[in-house]
């Protein structure tokens, strides 16, 4: 897939940025000729101008916000935000695979890190929006978080959060484009990628699966080159296409 032709703008921020998908998403953007690349995230940053924070504590909006708005006064505003965190399992808990195993403490974690770090990253960026100065955002969501399309049930702490994600994002969306018409705010499901989240449950996927996490980056940055007023407030598919809530 060539990038080349994209039209990406001088700063992005990459939110999340330890992921594998983030740093994959930083690598073609910087190779897309973007000049500022912000990153967020719990690691030490390495080619980008970095924020570190924890951003399920409610602290990290102070920190993000300080941060952004230090890089306003240098004239470097994001223009696209992309917010990779995401937490499937851990060295403790995996995805449930029914009622019986649903543990209040993963359901909370799974809350803070799948939907509350996206909420605390939004406040913070929404401090250095301006009328003047329309952003395109990006939370990477689920298939497995649309209501609609859950057939085979479990995984409920993940579903339950990315489901709250994608609420978040539709309410998100409305009120940014009141502030600026031209703010888009999507949800976006990756599909099955290479990386520490996925590598349990590579057994049994289709051939061609888990994709590179070069090729998702490349779909992501694809989705928000040209994003459309109808998707905002949407789950899209890596394909750009609507998917149900
Ligand atoms: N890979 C897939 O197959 C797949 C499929 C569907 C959806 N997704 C979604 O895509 C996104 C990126 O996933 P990935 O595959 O790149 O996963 P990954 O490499 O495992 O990265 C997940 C990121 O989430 C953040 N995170 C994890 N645990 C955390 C915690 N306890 N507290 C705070 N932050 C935490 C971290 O960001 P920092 O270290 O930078 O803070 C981490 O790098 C996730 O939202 C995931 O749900 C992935």
């Given amino acids: 897939m060539n990038l080349k032709n994209l039209a990406v703008p001088e700063c992005c921020l990459v939110i999340g940025a330890g992921s594998a998908i983030g740093q ?136 339950m959060s990315k489901a709250a994600l994608n609420m978040f994002i539709r309410g998100l969306d409305i009120e940014w484009r009141r502030k600026h018409r031209e703010n888009r705010v999507v949800a976006i499901h990756p599909g099955a990628t290479e990386s520490e989240l996925s590598r349990p449950f590579r057994q049994g996927l289709p051939p061609g699966r888990p994709f590179s996490a070069e090729l998702t980056a490349q779909r992501m940055i694809q989705i928000m080159a040209n994003l459309q007023e109808e998707q905002s407030g949407h789950l899209l598919h890596w394909d750009g296409s609507p998917l149900p809530f």
């Fill in 24 to 159: 994959a998403i930083l690598e073609q953007l910087s190779g897309a000729g973007c000049r500022h690349l912000l990153t967020a995230g719990r690691g030490e940053g390495e080619v980008s101008d970095h924020c570190r924070l924890n951003l399920t504590s409610s602290d990290s909006v102070a920190v993000l916000s300080t941060f952004l708005k230090q890089k306003r006064m240098e004239g470097i505003v994001p223009s696209w935000c992309f917010h990779c965190s995401g937490i499937l399992h851990d060295g403790e808990y995996f995805p449930e695979k029914g009622l019986s195993s649903i543990k209040g403490e993963w359901l909370m974690k799974s809350m803070e890190v799948n939907v509350l770090s996206h909420v605390h990253a939004a406040q913070a960026v929404s401090s250095v929006i301006s009328p003047t100065h329309p952003i395109r955002w990006a939370s990477l969501s689920a298939m497995v978080g649309s209501i609609a399309d859950n057939r085979v049930g479990g995984w409920h702490s993940y579903r």
